[in-house]
């Protein structure tokens, strides 16, 4: 295991002391199991400096966040062991008893969630308050206004109002920003934050990490930020460490990372990162060049069956007859209240929304939670009901009174679901989770489907060896390909992947999507992928779809929108995507706090009439001033 | 086939599943859990083999011997020749062999109430979670309103009304049993028909007897039988009040609740052992099916996972 690389001499300037504020050396993490202690954390060693960010960065399972816990010693001591030397400027943590480690903890290092972590039922004044006057023994009065002050550096607006409101008010993005404030109450010297920004929304992301950056400055912390996103790496630290189940694979200053990788691993990780631009100048969607993670060589690509002229799916003939049709899609949800039940409003989930998908091609939805790109997505599928519109598939009516039957239905359209996980029922054999599809739909052999699910299997690189098996035996990657064969079965023409990628991590995510390119260049499949994640989208897409508060804002060729996105939102979206790039880490942006609008809607409300300009050949934009951001509206 | 498998966390292809196996060894890790599985085990062959551990039928008159009666434990029989291990009742019955009969009586009454009604509280309870809107409401007003009345009230009126019997006690603690079942199905059954893999089997178009009976059924099936085996210790003990009470099961199969009650009388004329063994062993029954629910329900509990 190496020991933390020399700074280099630039990042040694911004840094100028050389005592480190953290220093941890040989930090080694065993959790009691039945088979005795196994170690989560093999000897582990890094230095963070005053004033000095590292990002901590790995997949699920590296040990990232055992590693800040085992710092602030927040595991439970009769089931973990911490070994090794964790110095806080000079002072040794793991010889202090828990009432000495307990004083250190919020006053001198403080530590934000990725949920963020307020207590329901007090108000967010009541728990700011608590903090400021036992932690730094404030007077009541004092402590108001220290709280007031706190909400203010957190860009809060109308600070003084939002002490009296319950977490619950406020929005995600809002939570965490007074997280934040709460770690701040006591100006620690060291903010550890693990994983701050994964449960929000891209745009909400940027503006946290333009937060803690901006008080990093103003407070003079040193920052620890454990994330899986090497983009957010890329945009907040000075120096990065590369973690690997339970290893230190790498540590070194971040821009030096990113150019002169030297581990294996970390080249893997670095090229499974879809980098949005990267694209720019291509019309077809690309598979990922892959790279190993033991030997750092890059993946050799299928041998082709027959000589083709490229590896990427053809374009589809958009002169064909589409396969689907969705024509002014509407979907409200009544909200109901009062004593009477009476209708008090609705939610405008799916506003007159229309596309079409060719065979063979993908149609991506991007946007971000609330944008009505599931809901539209499920309603494909039959999951909900429509309040308007129509939905043809090929040459059949999926929608209205003259609509085909379900089972005919199912047989040409299928869908993958977010959460591998839960998708698969967790009592079914691989092979009766892949026969169940065909027993319902298909009169065939037990024989024949054997067969047929052996095939599934192997077309999504799994071995038929483990159909015996159950889905708790298998990665979140091996599950999201088996939820693949399983849609594959009855051999549809559509398949909607809803987030299907968004739950894995970022190397098996470059996997699943070279594999789903590849599928649908096999069986011609079309595809309509729900994204919120724009470099992802960029990658499998052939054309694009921006969805925001209900409507589609911008939708055209994939090219056509990203090299010149023309509606405000499409561009917002694009800016608030972090990018893998160093350079980019003294960028600042925009803090400015949106009001999150919603989509509920009194009941009389008449939605406004779709407009849309075509601004490039098939790339058109919806023409309706108000619906924009509040702060994007002049 | 795609070559360009580099997953890093692939699980082993060697891993093979042995759900009960590992079922067993997490159970065991708990002594009190084995404690109770061990007595439960015990007493289960003790009520099923009892004709062959017991020396007569306490059942048939012509085994007993009125002058028998009232024998102390260790007592030994007039005629028969044999010891009488725990003494003897007023009509010269061996109360180790009617402990045994008991024993038969009371089990068996409390596993046939208790699966009857979970059968029929979970049928309901998966129903209301899978149906909603009206359905769901009628079920579950129908279970509030059974659940604000006492159980042993309700039992009461019913048996006053349908007379004494084995059939009919268990008649009514069906009717008292089954709305747990069903609340707890409900509550189990609307957090698993949110997930997933019942969206994925309604997207793949398969039909509802089939998304209900294969899928949800199976996954809601834990906290049940949890459910169940405290509500077979519950059966058992009011079993055993109503017969105490004397409209339970009749007088010429007494359960141990009826040993109890009988003994009771000669309770202050210091004949202690008619109603206190079978009190014991009552409470040892109810006792060890505790324990074990007790260690099911921290095994089955995913969230108290390691």
């Known amino acids: ?634 | 086939m795609p070559s360009d498998i580099v997953d890093p966390f692939a699980r082993d292809p060697e891993a093979t599943a042995r759900p009960l196996r590992d079922f067993a060894r997490s159970y065991l890790r708990s002594p009190s859990g084995a404690v109770g599985l061990v007595l439960l085990v015990l007493i289960v062959l003790a009520a099923l083999c009892a004709p062959l551990l017991s020396f007569q039928n306490p059942y048939d008159l012509l085994q007993l011997d009125i002058m028998d009666g009232q024998l102390p434990p260790g007592a030994s029989s007039m005629a028969a020749g044999y010891t009488y291990l725990l003494g003897t009742d007023d009509q010269g019955r061996d109360m180790y062999s009617a402990i045994l009969y008991g024993l038969r009586i009371s089990l068996g009454v409390g596993v046939i109430s208790a699966t009857t009604a979970a059968v029929i509280g979970a049928t309901l309870g998966l129903i209301a979670a899978y149906r909603g809107g009206r359905v769901e409401a009628a079920i579950m007003r129908l279970v509030d309103f059974q659940l604000s009345f006492p159980t042993i009230l309700i039992a009461l009126m019913i048996l006053a009304v349908l007379g004494k019997g084995i059939g009919n006690v268990i008649l009514a603690l069906v009717l008292v049993e089954w709305a747990t079942f069903a609340r707890t199905a409900r509550g189990v059954g609307l957090v698993e028909s949110r997930k997933e893999y019942i969206e994925a089997s309604h997207v793949m178009g398969v039909p509802t007897w089939r998304i209900l009976l294969q899928h949800l059924l199976p996954n809601c099936i834990p906290p049940l039988i949890v459910i169940a085996t405290v509500q077979v210790a519950r059966a058992i003990s009011l079993e055993a009040t109503l017969s105490f009470l004397g409209v339970g099961v009749p007088i010429t199969q007494p359960s141990l609740g009826l040993l109890i009650s009988n003994g009771y009388q000669y309770m202050f004329s210091g004949m202690y052992w008619m109603s206190v063994f079978p009190g014991l062993s009552l409470l040892v029954t109810i006792v060890a099916i505790n324990l074990v629910g007790d260690r099911l329900r921290d095994v089955l509990n995913p969230r108290k996972d390691s």
């Open chain 1, 1 to 634: 295991m190496q020991a933390a690389a020399p700074l280099s001499p630039l990042a040694a300037a911004a840094t100028a002391p050389s005592h480190p504020l953290l220093s941890v050396q040989g930090l080694t993490t065993s959790f009691l199991t039945p088979q005795g202690w196994t170690p989560v954390l093999r000897n582990v060693s890094f230095d963070i400096h005053p004033r000095e960010t590292l990002a901590v960065v790995g997949e699920s399972g590296s040990g990232k966040s055992v590693t800040a816990l085992s710092i602030m010693r927040l595991l439970n001591p009769r089931s973990s062991k911490i070994e090794g030397d964790i110095r806080f400027d000079g002072t040794a943590l793991t010889g202090l008893s828990d009432a000495g480690i307990r004083r250190l903890r919020g006053a001198e290092m403080s530590m934000i969630f990725q949920d963020a972590s307020l207590n329901p039922v007090y108000t967010i004044g009541f728990q700011l308050t608590e903090i400021l006057r036992l932690k730094r023994g404030l007077s009541r009065s004092d402590a108001t206004r220290e709280a007031i002050a706190l909400l203010e550096k957190v860009r809060i607006p109308g600070a003084g109002r939002r002490l009296a409101s319950y977490p619950h008010e406020l929005s995600g993005g809002m939570r965490q920003r007074v997280a934040i404030a709460m770690a701040l109450a006591c100006k620690p010297r060291l903010l550890i934050a693990d994983e701050p920004t994964t449960a929000l929304d891209v745009t909400i992301q940027a503006q946290i990490i333009e937060l803690i950056k901006l008080l990093q400055d103003e407070e003079h912390m040193s920052v620890m930020f454990i994330t899986h996103d090497m983009g957010v790496v890329a945009e907040v630290a000075d120096r990065t460490a590369v973690m690997f189940r339970g290893d230190l694979v790498e540590t070194g200053p971040t821009a030096e990372i990113f150019a002169r990788p030297r581990q294996p691993y970390t080249k893997a990780l670095l090229a499974s990162i879809p980098r949005l631009g990267s694209m720019n100048g291509t019309d077809l969607p690309q598979p990922f060049q892959l790279i190993d993670h033991r030997t750092g060589a890059p993946v050799a690509a299928e041998p082709q069956p027959e000589p083709q002229p490229a590896r990427a799916p053809a374009a589809p003939s958009s002169d064909a007859a589409p396969l689907l049709t969705v024509e002014g899609l509407s979907l409200r949800f009544d909200m109901r209240g009062g004593a009477f039940h009476r209708l008090t409003g609705r939610v405008h989930a799916v506003e007159d929304v229309s596309f079409r998908i060719a065979p063979g091609e993908t149609l991506s939805l991007v946007g971000e939670s609330g944008s009505g790109k599931s809901t539209t997505a499920r309603a494909i599928m039959g999951l909900n009901r429509l309040q308007g519109g129509t939905i043809r598939l090929g040459d059949l009516q999926a929608t209205g009174p003259d609509a085909a039957p379900r089972a005919i239905l199912c047989r040409r359209q299928q869908m993958i679901f977010q959460d591998p996980f839960a998708s698969l029922d967790p009592r079914f054999r691989i092979a009766d989770l892949l026969a169940e599809p065909m027993r319902v739909h298909l009169d065939l052999s037990e024989d024949e489907i054997r067969r047929r699910s052996a095939g599934l299997l192997r077309d999504v690189g799994l071995s038929p060896e483990m159909m015996q098996r159950y889905p708790h035996q298998f990665s979140g990657g091996q599950r999201q390909r088996i939820a693949i064969a399983r849609a594959l079965a009855l051999d549809p023409q559509l398949v909607v992947a809803d987030e299907a990628v968004s739950a894995l991590d970022v190397s098996v995510k470059a996997q699943v999507i070279n594999l789903m390119m590849e599928i649908q260049r096999r069986r011609q499949l079309s595809y309509l992928f729900i994204s919120h994640d724009m470099a992802v989208v960029e990658r499998i897409s052939h054309r694009v779809a921006v969805m925001y508060l209900g409507r589609i804002v911008e939708i055209g060729p994939r090219r056509s929108v990203f090299e010149t996105p023309s509606h405000p939102y499409t561009r917002q979206l694009m800016a608030a995507a972090p990018v893998p790039d160093p350079a980019r880490r003294h960028l600042r942006r925009g803090l400015e706090v949106d009001e999150i609008r919603t989509p509920i809607r009194p009941p009389d409300y008449r939605p406004a009439p779709t407009r849309m300009i075509e601004v490039g050949p098939g790339h058109f934009v919806l023409d309706l001033p108000d619906h924009l951001p509040t702060a994007l509206q002049t």
